[in-house]
């Protein structure tokens, strides 16, 4: 079997070669951080240099970045002690935000996945503690307005956590510039490695550690530092640049030439340049996405971070699609995707259409 | 947490390290610190008979910069009179040396050692 | 008497090593080569999230990861079903504590443990206390060791778990953890303890031992920082409240997409351990004894903290009178030892450990603890040997108290002002 062209970097994006450059040199280093000792001062010297590369890109300023096990820490490390009933929560949140804020109220979005700030206001009006909202949408990389979102959320004297997991890296982030009080981050979204992400804390604001224990990370996570994965975590940030929505289009018009009736989820609101949401009317999520892997193409279908199962989609639900929202497959394209690539990918998304989609459904004859 | 090189001299070359007679009345000694806290220091001085500090001595059971902090004193209090010698303050000893932040008790307790050495020698004269 | 020098022996500069000496295997170690290379296709070719279930890229990281779970749960004849992947021992120890205490808090409300424990045990500890729930920390005899007897009496109708590590990270004594688990047992209360220190140093059995929650770091174990183990048992089950919700990964317990090449390494660490702890443990035995008989015959007044034939392999805990310990480490810079442990040594305060101990606090000062590894050699112990028994020669010929106690002046009936 050839190796399968790979478009599910919003799920997982391969290590670049810069983040692989510094792990290996990291991973000569034998220090524990938290050591005083020679080899100690030389990881800790890794950790604080990759800090600052992180703060660097991401805009942060003053601000703490506090490094986790990953962007699920991460968001649990913002929102820990906060009550459910004292929260606002975005729709289309992605799982790490959704479960831990079980219960909190739940702020619309419109029908391209975006907050309706109308009736988040409305919300802020009880005087939530927390609102919690993603920059960028794991499934549909629909961005939403979270500079103007952070305004209201201040002006309400509510606390803003922003995942910007899938965005950082993708598009410029500025911490600053968004206003959030803390923004979460992971670091194998943007060819860093797995088990790192970091917490970007105003320095004005307070949070609950999850982890205690040993005072690492300024006292709000504990546990000696994956040096090497922070390591990688800070050269891939510096390398992330910003991509070009070109590909993405051009995939997005063949589709839409070869079957008419294909729905881009978002596609009207601003999305990252690299992320497609297509539904097929009438077809499994499942089915597409097991069809065009035996095709060679790996894509998924809603977020890969459950069990396996694949359900249907609570973001596409929230934004009004009904059945639709079982009915659509991710496809993330990442830096180095190529034309053909995406060529190849169109013509065998065709075929699965003339193929799969439900009789009656006018497909034209090729693609 | 990286020492400045003047710091690490006098910890690896101290100056006067030793003992002088503590009952020369000439002598006076100063102990300061407690061995539960992790430092003490013993500074010794030798006053001629014009008032001028001639000698000085000391030991110290502690950290480096601890160490590097009364053998500095040692070196700034030969040849001065007791009661320049009084003014040494621990800021002065803490800038010389560039201490970081939690080392600064280690400047404090040997401006502590040598007004408890003055203290002895004056109680001594009189 | 005037200022000492005490030149090392010429042969001596001639051996020291270019690069200090690591002997800090207790804080961390570095990878062992054979891991790295394990680790290294799962950056590249194989870099899927292994929680794709519906491509390829997705079904060989979940391979790696599932190979890796069942490498962990081998080394302790457990169940790979009963192996969780964390951050690092110190989530593990999080989530197994609050975890456990959490789930169980309407049935029992009390929790056992040792003041010699890992801070992040008892930190969660402190912070259950919070809470509401009941905590007795339990102190140890001189020796470092749990008083059965007293463990037994602390345990009640009440007690949902008992937290107790295989061997501390100071000191290296471990823990009787089989009769524990028995005690544990028989009175219905959980057993959890921290191996960050014991797994892969010591056999471990967690039937045999009937321990029903273990911590596992990577990087002590010649793996990766970034990634641990927590073992949970199924039968009986042990339940957990989750710390870290979301996408549901490690069956609930643990969400948050599991780092391939992380995993990887530390099954293989945990290989390579399994195959290796017989020889490697007779090796790091010879080369402590080597050292101690080095310092011993050259260096009076020097105190070992904890028990010596209960103990990790490469680990000793060595107090030297009259000098003080982070003095000392200036003083042997091309060593790398510890002074307290990694976590708190930048902090004043001594040992709590060597303080539980019955360790005086001006002893505890004087405290150094020396990790033997790996990738120690003979040539290395000996060299650590000789500058620390030089640095403590010349350091004592400096120390007022030193000078006190040759003139048979006994430090405790001075007078010591605190400050």
């Not at chain 3, 729930?133 to 008083?147: A, E, R, S």
């Not at chain 3, 930048?346 to 990790?371: D, F, N, Q, W």
Request: with cysteine; glycine share 10%.
């Amino acid at each position: 079997m050839t190796t399968p062209v790979y478009l599910d970097w919003n799920a997982s994006a391969p290590l670049g070669e810069p983040a692989r450059a510094a792990m290996a040199h990291a991973f000569t280093v034998a220090g524990n951080p938290s050591s005083v000792h020679a080899a100690g001062r030389a990881a800790r010297k890794i950790v604080e240099e990759a800090r600052a590369s992180v703060a660097s890109v991401a805009g942060a300023g003053a601000a703490r970045i506090v490094f986790t096990g990953g962007g699920t820490e991460a968001n649990a490390l913002a929102l820990n002690g906060f009550a459910p009933a004292d929260c606002i929560v975005s729709a289309v949140e992605h799982d790490s935000v959704w479960a831990p804020l079980s219960g909190a109220r739940v702020a619309p979005v419109d029908r391209d996945g975006i907050v309706d700030l109308a009736a988040l206001e409305a919300l802020l009006a009880d005087r939530p503690k927390l609102v919690a909202v993603m920059l960028a949408n794991n499934e549909t990389g629909a961005i939403q307005p979270v500079a103007e979102i952070a305004r209201l959320t201040r002006a309400a004297g509510a606390r803003l956590h922003c995942d910007a997991v899938q965005a950082f890296g993708k598009i410029a982030v500025d911490f600053e510039a968004l206003g959030a009080d803390t923004l979460a981050l992971s670091a194998h979204k943007i060819g860093g490695p797995q088990g790192v992400g970091a917490l970007i804390v105003r320095e004005s604001v307070q949070v609950n550690p999850l982890l205690s224990g040993g005072g690492q990370e300024t006292g709000l996570r504990a546990g000696t530092q994956n040096v090497a994965g922070i390591a990688g975590f800070g050269a891939a940030a510096l390398a992330a640049a910003p991509m070009a929505a070109g590909l993405r289009d051009a995939l997005e018009n063949a589709i839409r030439t070869a079957y008419v009736g294909v729905a881009i989820h978002a596609g009207a609101a601003p999305r990252l340049p690299n992320t497609s949401c297509i539904g097929l009317p009438g077809v499994s999520a499942e089915t597409q996405v097991m069809t065009l892997d035996l095709a060679g193409f790996a894509v998924s279908a809603g977020a890969a971070c459950s069990s396996g199962k694949v359900k249907a989609s609570r973001t596409l639900a929230a934004m009004g699609a009904g059945t639709g929202a079982g009915e659509a497959i991710r496809v993330s394209l990442g830096p180095t995707t190529t034309t053909e690539e995406i060529d190849a990918f169109a013509r065998a998304w065709a075929a699965l259409a003339r193929r799969l989609a439900p009789a009656g459904a006018k497909i034209p004859a090729a693609a | 947490m990286a020492y400045s090189e003047k710091l690490v001299d006098h910890f690896e070359n101290p100056r006067n390290v030793g003992a002088l007679d503590k009952n020369d009345p000439g002598v006076g000694t100063g102990l300061v610190g407690a061995p539960a806290c992790g430092d003490v220091m013993k500074l010794q001085i030798k006053v001629n008979a014009e008032g001028i500090i001639e000698d000085a001595k000391f030991k110290t059971f502690g950290c480096g910069s601890a160490i590097a902090s009364s053998s500095l004193v040692t070196e700034w209090v030969k040849g001065k009179t007791v009661d320049e010698a009084a003014t040494i303050k621990n800021t002065d000893i803490a800038k010389h040396l560039a201490l970081p932040p939690v080392k600064i008790h280690c400047s404090v307790l040997a401006e502590d050692a040598i007004k408890a050495a003055i203290e002895d020698y004056r109680k001594k004269r009189v | 008497m005037s200022t000492a020098t005490i030149k090392p022996p010429a042969n001596d500069r001639a051996n020291a090593p270019r690069r200090p000496v690591y002997l800090d295997y207790q804080a961390t170690t570095p990878m062992d080569p054979r891991v790295l290379e394990a680790m290294m296709p799962y950056f590249t070719e194989k870099f899927g999230n292994p929680h794709s279930r519906n491509h390829e890229y997705g079904w060989e990281a979940e391979e790696g990861v599932e190979k890796a779970r069942a490498q962990i749960a081998e080394l302790i004849a457990a169940d790979e079903r009963e192996i969780v992947f964390t951050s690092g021992a110190t989530e593990s120890n999080n989530l197994a504590i609050a975890g456990v205490a959490h789930f169980y808090k309407d049935q029992r409300d009390h929790i056992v443990t040792l003041v010699t424990e890992h801070k992040c045990v008892l930190d969660t500890c402190r912070h259950l206390e919070q809470e509401g729930f009941k905590v007795t920390y339990l102190p140890v005899k001189p020796d470092g060791l749990v008083d059965l007897a007293e463990l037994d009496r602390a345990i009640t109708d009440r007690t949902v778990l008992v937290s107790i590590m295989a061997a501390n990270n100071e000191i290296g004594v471990i823990q009787p953890l089989a009769q524990i688990g028995a005690l544990c047992r028989a009175k219905g209360a959980f057993f959890h303890t921290d191996c960050a220190q014991a797994y892969g140093k010591i056999p471990l059995d967690v039937d045999a031992m009937k321990i029903d929650l273990m911590s596992i770091s990577g990087h002590k174990i010649y793996g990766p920082k970034g990634i641990g183990a927590l073992f949970v048992r199924r039968k009986p089950r042990v339940r957990l409240q989750a710390l870290i919700h979301g996408g549901g990964q490690e069956r609930g317990m643990r969400s948050g997409t599991l780092p391939t090449p992380l995993c990887v390494g530390l099954g293989r660490a945990a290989e390579i351990a399994k195959n290796e702890m017989a020889t490697e443990s007779a090796r790091l035995l010879k080369l402590r004894e080597r050292f101690l008989k080095t310092v011993n015959e050259k260096l009076p007044e020097v105190f070992l903290n904890g028990d010596l034939s209960n103990r990790l392999p490469g680990n000793l805990n060595l107090s030297f009178a009259y000098v003080e310990g982070e003095g000392l480490m200036m003083g042997i810079k091309d060593l790398c030892v510890s002074s307290g442990s990694a976590c708190t040594s930048a902090s004043l305060e001594p040992s709590y450990v060597l303080r539980a101990l019955g360790v005086e606090e001006e002893l505890a000062h004087t405290s150094l603890r020396i990790g033997f590894g790996r990738f120690t050699t003979e040539a290395e112990v000996d060299y650590a040997a000789e500058r620390i028994v030089q640095a403590v020669s010349k350091l004592r010929s400096m120390s007022p108290l030193w000078e006190m106690a040759q003139e048979g002046i006994d430090i405790k009936s001075i007078q010591w002002a605190a400050h």
